[in-house]
């Protein structure tokens, strides 16, 4: 039996083809791994972005609720001074009924007396 031996210039060819190959995976391999590092480093900047407008959202809002808490208790005050001057009121209406009455009643002789005088 004969061993059958490969050509030489397959076997480089061969070689070379492998060299080719492997160079190409290694370019493209590095290529990948170039644009994942930047995408990668683009999106922990906007995650950083996201997250310091976040910061500030959260600032303005607390802003607001001690705003609206503020408002809230003047509110609440206004209320209690508006029950005080309605009850202020009707003592007062109390009083002008009252008064007319008591008017009326006491000085009724002369106001017809007047009405007599005015009217005549």
């Given at each position: 039996?004969?061993e059958?031996?490969?050509?030489?210039?397959?076997?480089?060819?061969?070689?070379?083809?492998?060299?080719?190959?492997?160079?190409?995976?290694?370019?493209?391999?590095?290529?990948?791994?170039?644009t994942?590092?930047?995408q990668?480093?683009?999106?922990?900047?906007?995650?950083?972005?996201?997250?310091?407008?976040?910061?500030?959202?959260?600032?303005?809002?607390?802003?607001?609720?001690?705003?609206?808490?503020?408002?809230?208790?003047?509110?609440?005050?206004?209320?209690?001074?508006?029950?005080?001057?309605?009850?202020?009121?009707?003592?007062?209406?109390?009083?002008?009924?009252?008064?007319?009455?008591?008017?009326?009643?006491?000085?009724?002789?002369r106001?017809?007396?007047?009405?007599?005088?005015?009217?005549?």
């Amino acid at each position: 039996m004969t061993e059958e031996k490969t050509p030489h210039y397959i076997i480089e060819l061969k070689t070379d083809l492998l060299k080719h190959i492997d160079k190409k995976i290694e370019d493209e391999v590095n290529k990948l791994a170039t644009t994942t590092a930047n995408q990668y480093g683009a999106m922990y900047t906007k995650l950083n972005e996201t997250t310091e407008r976040l910061d500030g959202m959260d600032g303005r809002f607390e802003g607001m609720d001690s705003r609206f808490d503020r408002l809230e208790s003047t509110m609440s005050e206004m209320k209690e001074s508006m029950g005080k001057i309605e009850a202020h009121i009707g003592r007062y209406e109390v009083r002008a009924t009252n008064i007319e009455q008591i008017l009326l009643q006491d000085h009724k002789i002369r106001i017809v007396d007047l009405e007599k005088k005015v009217f005549a």
